[in-house]
């Protein structure tokens, strides 16, 4: 079964700091990755994916993403935050094709 | 094109009460599904659907009944509400042959049950 594990309930960090968001998930078969991410009192969107190909993945808003199979790892960065990407992001992975299975979060505090 | 739409956007009802929560789509997507955010748990399924007519059980069915008649719409009952069904629930969406697997999420349906 696959699984996915966000390291960090919370992540505070200064404006203009670079920041990572760290996910870990299990499967012993190929897995499509995701990282949404969820503004205050909004639905859920797609920051970026890795589906196959390059291991380094670049989303919206500055946000990349690194696969690293060997790790089972998909992690989240971004080098220079600023207080808009307050949020609270969302690592995910499809199993079966269909059924996304998502990480408990990981809320990111941007201070001034 | 509005993409995906739900409502109520807030809700209480008391314990034993019914309803239906409402989730629409434009995008004459195959694949619909609802999940349930609580804090600390990341969004977990309820029920998904792969085309009208066609329903299954994702990891936290009980107590929820879904169905599809057409592809837009596809409406998650609650049969008799209880507090532990206090959440938000979000619906989504994705294309069935769409390789990029993205999923459109609506804006949420808060629900408390007292």
């Known amino acids: 079964a696959q699984s996915v594990t966000q390291l960090d309930s919370q992540v505070p960090v200064f404006e203009e700091a670079p920041v990572e968001l760290r996910c870990n998930y299990s499967?012993?078969?190929?897995?499509?990755l995701f990282w949404y991410v969820q503004y205050p009192n909004q639905g859920l969107q797609l920051l970026l994916k890795?589906?196959?190909?390059?291991?380094l993945v670049k989303g919206i808003n500055g946000f990349e993403a690194e696969f690293n199979k060997s790790q089972t790892s998909f992690h989240l960065r971004k080098p220079s935050v600023h207080i808009s990407d307050t949020a609270e992001y969302f690592c995910?992975?499809?199993?079966?094709?269909?059924?996304?299975?998502f990480g408990a979060g990981t809320r990111l505090f941007v201070k001034a | 094109n509005a993409g995906v739409t739900q409502t109520p956007k807030f809700q209480v009802l008391k314990t034993g009460q019914s309803m239906t929560l409402q989730c629409a789509q434009d995008?004459?997507?195959?694949?619909m599904s609802w999940y349930r955010q609580d804090p600390g748990m990341g969004l977990r399924l309820i029920h998904y659907?792969?085309?009208?007519?066609?329903?299954d059980q994702g990891e936290v069915p009980n107590g929820y009944n879904v169905s599809r008649s057409t592809t837009e719409d596809f409406p998650l009952r609650l049969l008799s509400a209880a507090p532990s069904q206090t959440s938000v629930y979000f619906c989504?969406?994705?294309?069935?042959?769409?390789?990029?697997?993205?999923?459109?999420f609506g804006p949420g349906t808060r629900l408390t049950v007292t």
């Open positions: 989504a969406s994705r294309a069935a042959f769409d390789r990029t697997y993205e999923q459109y």
């Open positions: 499967s012993s078969v190929s897995v499509y």
């Open positions: 890795y589906l196959s190909g390059s291991t």
């Open positions: 995910a992975v499809i199993r079966g094709g269909f059924k996304t299975i």
């Open positions: 995008m004459n997507h195959e694949y």
């Open positions: 659907s792969v085309g009208a007519g066609i329903t």
